[in-house]
C-alpha cells in the first residue's frame, strides 16, 4: 500500500478488529498477493472511541470474482449485493461484511458512477465523500489517510474530500449528509467550504428519492447535535425544501432535553413531530414528502390531534381516559409533544409524572358488552351500538368502575337513553 500519514491505532481501541470473525476474514482477504483494510465508519468510530457499527466495511485490491472464491473456499457466504460497483457482502455466522475492490471513478452521474477496478488505495480514497469517512484500519494497526482525515477528526471537522460541490453532484444526498455527519460527529460551525456547497444546490434536494430522504433525515434526528445542524438548516432554507414547512425548532430542541430527563431512548419519529407536526393534517404532508410508513404516519396524526388540550393541571382522571382511547405509545408521545411546547421546565415533576402514567396505570377492558343491553330490551342495529358508545364514555367519565352495581346503572342509563332517541 503507497504511504499517506499513518497513525497507530491504541491497542484498546482495536480490540473489536482483532477478534473473529472479521481477523478470519482478514486472513482470507489479506494474502496471497492481495491487500485488505477495513475503511470508513468503523475505523473513524475507533478513533472516536466508539462502537464500529453493525456492519464494517472492507476495501480490497481482490477483484469481485477472487473475493468470492476466497470467501467460498473458506466456508464463508458471498453475497453480489454490489458486484457491478465491486462490492460483497461476505456473512460470516450470521455476521455481515461489506468487501470492496478499490475503485476509481471514470464516469460520475450521480449514484449510478460508472467505476474503474484499481490498487491504488490514494484513488480509491479521494472517490469517498467526507475526510473522517476514508481512513484505512491495516492489519499491523496502522491507521492510513491519504485525504487529512486524521486532523479533522481531532478537530471535529465534516470536510468533503476535494472540492465539495464536485462530491455534491456526484450524489446529491451528500447534502443532507454533510449536516447528519456533522450533527454526529461535528463541534461548532459547519464548514465554511461545505456548507455554501450545499446552499448551491439545495435545489437538486428534489430530485432525490423520497425514501433516501428519509433514512438520512432520520439518522439525523437522533444524532447528539441534530439541533444546531437543524438550526443552519433551517437559516439556509433547507428544511423548508426537505420538510415542505418551517421547522419548529425550539420544540425540537424541548423534545430533546424531554427524552433525556426521562430517560427515553431518542425517538427519531417523535422528534419528526416536534420539529414538523402542529396540527393533524402536517402528518399527511410528511407521509406524502418522506414516503413514511403508515404505523410512522400515524403516530405523528396522532401527535397534531389536539396536543394543546393536555395538561397535568387537567388532573388524573383526564389523563387516564386519554390513554384509555388512544393507546400507550400515542400518549406518551402526545404527553411529551404537549410537555416540549410548554413552558415548563425539562424536569418538571408533574410533566414527568403525567408522560409515566401508562407505567403505574393499564387501562382496563370496558366490562360490558352487547348482552347486557339486549337482555335490557335495546334491539340489534344501530341502537345496540349506540346503547354501547353512550355507556362505555358513562364508563369512562365515571371513572372506570368495576363494581357491579355501578355498572348495571351505566347500562340502565345508557339503555333508556337510547330508548328516548
Given at each position: 500500500m503507497s504511504e499517506g500519514e499513518t497513525r497507530i491505532l491504541a491497542a484498546e481501541k482495536r480490540r473489536w478488529f482483532e477478534q473473529e470473525p472479521l481477523s478470519r476474514l482478514l486472513d482470507v482477504l489479506d494474502s496471497g498477493g492481495e491487500e485488505a483494510c477495513v475503511v470508513g465508519g468503523a475505523v473513524r468510530n475507533a478513533l472516536l472511541g466508539l462502537a464500529p457499527g453493525e456492519i464494517i466495511d472492507l476495501a480490497t485490491t481482490a477483484v469481485p470474482d477472487e473475493v468470492v472464491r476466497r470467501a467460498k473456499s473458506a466456508g464463508f457466504n458471498p453475497v453480489p449485493t454490489g458486484i457491478e460497483h465491486g462490492t460483497i457482502t461476505v456473512v460470516i455466522g450470521?455476521?455481515?461484511?461489506?468487501?470492496?475492490?478499490?475503485?476509481?471513478?471514470?464516469?460520475?452521474?450521480?449514484?449510478h458512477a460508472k467505476v474503474r477496478f484499481g490498487r491504488d488505495w490514494k484513488k480509491d480514497a479521494e472517490r469517498r465523500d467526507f475526510t473522517i469517512n476514508a481512513l484505512f484500519l491495516a492489519r499491523d494497526g496502522r491507521v492510513i489517510d491519504f485525504v487529512g482525515g486524521l486532523k479533522d477528526i481531532e478537530a471535529r471537522r465534516v470536510r468533503f474530500i476535494g472540492d465539495p460541490g464536485a462530491r455534491i453532484r456526484e450524489d446529491y444526498l451528500r447534502i443532507l449528509r454533510f449536516f447528519r455527519f456533522h450533527a454526529a460527529y461535528g463541534e461548532g460551525a459547519p464548514d465554511a467550504a461545505g456548507l455554501l456547497a450545499c446552499i448551491r444546490a439545495r435545489g437538486e434536494l428534489a430530485t432525490l428519492s423520497r425514501e433516501r430522504v428519509r433514512a438520512e433525515l432520520l439518522k439525523l434526528f437522533v444524532a447528539k447535535h441534530a439541533v444546531s445542524a437543524l438550526a443552519v438548516m433551517g437559516e439556509t432554507g433547507l428544511s423548508v425544501s426537505v420538510l415542505g414547512g418551517v421547522p419548529l425548532l425550539a420544540s425540537f430542541a424541548n423534545m430533546m432535553k424531554a427524552e433525556q430527563a426521562l430517560g427515553l431512548?431518542?425517538?427519531?419519529?417523535?422528534?419528526?413531530?416536534?420539529?414538523a407536526v402542529f396540527v393533524a393534517d402536517d402528518a399527511e404532508r410528511l407521509r406524502e414528502r418522506l414516503r413514511l410508513a403508515n404505523a410512522e404516519s400515524r403516530r405523528l396524526e396522532s401527535m397534531g390531534d389536539c396536543w394543546w388540550q393536555i395538561s397535568p393541571d387537567r388532573g388524573e382522571q383526564a389523563a387516564r381516559a386519554l390513554l384509555y382511547k388512544i393507546g400507550t405509545e400515542n400518549f406518551r408521545d402526545r404527553a411529551l409533544l404537549a410537555f416540549a411546547r410548554s413552558p415548563a421546565k425539562a424536569n418538571d415533576k408533574a410533566w414527568h409524572e403525567l408522560i409515566a402514567l401508562p407505567a403505574r396505570w393499564t387501562p382496563p377492558k370496558f366490562?360490558?358488552?352487547?348482552?347486557?343491553?339486549?337482555?335490557?330490551?335495546?334491539?340489534?342495529?344501530?341502537?345496540?351500538g349506540k346503547s354501547l358508545t353512550r355507556a362505555e364514555e358513562a364508563w369512562i367519565e365515571a371513572g372506570f368502575p368495576a363494581e357491579r352495581l355501578k355498572l348495571d346503572s351505566i347500562a340502565d342509563g345508557a339503555a333508556k337513553d337510547v330508548g328516548k332517541s
Open positions: 450470521g455476521k455481515p461484511f461489506e468487501v470492496t475492490t478499490l475503485r476509481e471513478d471514470v464516469e460520475t452521474f450521480g449514484r431512548a431518542p425517538d427519531a419519529i417523535r422528534r419528526l413531530g416536534a420539529l366490562p360490558l358488552a352487547a348482552k347486557d343491553f339486549l337482555d335490557r330490551g335495546v334491539a340489534k342495529g344501530p341502537a345496540l
